[in-house]
């Protein structure tokens, strides 16, 4: 029997089961305080002029009306050529490169184009935040499978991750570099999870949006990014998500890819072209341009961030926070545990209100909230100034907890 409209829900069981971002509300939040923004992972500085002048370019000769709905046949066969060079992967710009607004569009498309209702999608956890939201908006059940914090970085149980695959799986989902740990997966590890979707007839659905930000362990040179794609019997399996968004320094331009075999390529296209029909045009011209920069670019890139991360680290050690150097990407998880918060919500509101900087609760990226309560991420793609003003509000941590509740009781 149909439900009687007077007790219908108002909004569907999928969008009530998962909360709004919570990286996008501590940029609210940093907004309303004032506070120095490591929240939300964006640069602060200004996009290169030469890529902005070739989006102006292009608006100006008019490309301004719908482009074919896959993209930009200039900015797909820039994506080839780049993949190309980086990742040594022969890719045929008509028939398995979809362009999507952002790597977060890439990734949703992606899933709902090959993933059903039942079908389970393996994700390590901390994962990021969209990961699970998307996993919801494809009908299927996310399978988190921990990576673990230890003396040389994250690294998951090999054991943990085998028994994670079962008939059901149809696909994981890795971020590599990783947000928020900066882990980068070692070849090792790699060869290990390619093996389980060989095994499994799974895909592997790879986020390689911080593919130029990686920066070697132990001061030692940085080993230029690996795809999973790149291994034997994946490529056929694999679809690479991907964007503008990091590399160049356009977060807010909406331009990303997928990388995929024909067969789920159609499906991507079908997929991206109800939902957006297409990114802007203009902007994927920009794209092209920005693909064809020299290798001094992108070596540039990550010596700027290797800067950055050896500036805040000892900053975030300094100010009581347990944590690391990370491999890759540009964020900092840290362990609150020495400042006796009962956990990282009511942390890093303290943060925000009392020391004037804005983290991300650990929690956020965790299936189970419980285990990334002592968390916080810091992100770095920030102007020397915002790391520096961070600095300096950070130092007051060291003050005694008791100092803050007192100035609060009296306030
Ligand atoms: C791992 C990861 N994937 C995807 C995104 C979103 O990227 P885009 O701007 O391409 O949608 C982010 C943004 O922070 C991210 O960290």
Redesign the pocket.
């Known amino acids: 029997m149909p439900e009687p409209t007077q007790t219908r829900q108002r909004i569907s069981r999928k969008a009530a089961s998962f909360t709004e971002s919570v990286i996008r509300e501590i940029t609210r939040e940093a907004m309303k305080y004032g506070a120095v923004n490591l929240g939300q992972?964006f640069p602060d500085w200004e996009t290169p002029a030469d890529i902005k002048q070739a989006a102006i370019d292009a608006i100006l000769a008019d490309h301004n009306q719908y482009a074919v709905t896959w993209g930009v046949k200039e900015f797909r066969d820039a994506i080839a050529r780049k993949t190309m060079t980086y990742l040594g992967l022969d890719v045929d710009p008509d028939s398995e490169i979809t362009v999507t607004c952002?790597?977060?569009?890439g990734?949703i498309a992606a899933m709902m184009a090959t993933v059903d209702a039942g079908d389970e999608v393996v994700v390590f956890e901390p994962f990021?935040e969209?990961y699970a939201p998307d996993a919801i908006l494809a009908d299927a059940s996310a399978r988190y499978v921990p990576l673990y914090r230890t003396e040389n970085g994250f690294v998951f149980d090999k054991e943990e991750l085998a028994a994670a695959f079962n008939p059901r799986t149809r696909a994981i989902i890795l971020?590599h570099p990783n947000?928020p740990t900066g882990k980068v997966f070692t070849p090792d590890e790699l060869e290990f999870i390619a093996d389980l979707c060989r095994n499994n007839n799974a895909y592997c659905f790879t986020?390689e949006?911080?593919e130029h930000i990686i920066f070697g362990v132990d001061g030692a040179e940085p080993v230029p990014h690996v795809s999973i794609a790149t291994l034997p019997g994946m490529r056929e399996r694999t679809v690479i998500v991907n964007?503008l968004?990091?590399t160049y320094s356009v977060?807010g331009w909406?331009v990303?890819y997928c990388i995929a075999p024909e067969d789920l390529t159609s499906a991507i296209r079908k997929v991206h072209d109800f939902l957006t029909v297409g990114a802007a045009n203009p902007l994927q011209r920009a794209g092209a341009y920005a693909m064809s920069l020299p290798p001094e670019y992108y070596t540039s890139l990550e010596k700027e961030y290797r800067r950055k991360r050896d500036f805040l680290v000892p900053v975030l050690k300094d100010a009581g926070f347990r944590c690391d150097y990370p491999q890759g990407a540009y964020y900092v998880m840290a362990d609150i545990s020495e400042f006796g918060f009962a956990n990282d919500i009511a942390f890093t509101a303290h943060l925000v209100r009392e020391i004037g900087v804005a983290a991300v609760p650990g929690s956020s990226f965790y299936n189970d909230e419980s285990k990334g309560s002592q968390l916080v991420r810091f992100c770095f793609c920030k102007k020397d100034e915002t790391l520096e003003a961070a600095a300096t509000r950070l130092a007051k941590m060291r003050w005694p907890y008791s100092f803050w509740n007192a100035m609060r009781e009296s306030s």
């Open positions: 992972g952002g790597s977060t569009e990734m990021y969209n971020c947000n986020d949006i911080y964007s968004s990091k977060t909406r990303g």
